[in-house]
């Protein structure tokens, strides 16, 4: 028990599977997304409000500002494309034995974002690389 709620873990060995790839995934999007606003360094001097931006995103997203069950079915659906909502709500959702038919689903979504993410990381890169104007270079 966990605040007096019964506690209950998916025993699908499918949904579990399907949720640690999940997380395994959204572990490297979110490692390259941040590494994007990195590379941004070499053309703004304060990526700040970047970051904070990304935070506000991925805490509305991710529904731990305001539940996605709250939230109208057409900007749900609409969600479901962002590879935010993979990452963190998906996961546990199939973990707790909810949403078995959008695992796979959301593998795909997070294969193709992780893909584009590491195209446009390596292209930016090599873009803003050698536009770079420091001090000392």
């Known amino acids: 028990m966990l605040f007096r709620i019964p506690l209950t873990l998916s ?6 599977v399907i949720a640690a790839v999940l997380v395994l995934l959204g572990l490297a999007f979110m490692s390259q997304f941040n590494n994007f606003l990195e590379i941004l360094a070499f053309k703004f001097n304060d990526v700040n409000l970047f970051l904070m931006i990304k935070n506000d995103i991925l805490s509305f997203i991710s529904g731990s500002l305001i539940p996605l069950a709250l939230l109208p079915a057409w900007l749900l659906s609409g969600l479901r494309w962002l ?13 707790i034995g909810r949403n078995h038919e959008e695992g796979l689903f959301g593998l795909g979504v997070l294969v193709v974002w992780n893909l584009v993410f590491l195209i446009m990381n390596n292209r930016v890169y ?9 001090v000392g270079i």
């Open 11 to 16: 025993s699908n060995p499918y949904d579990i």
């Open 83 to 95: 590879p935010f909502y993979h990452v963190l709500y998906l996961p546990s959702m199939l973990m």
């Open 126 to 134: 090599n873009w803003l690389r050698v536009r770079y104007d420091g």
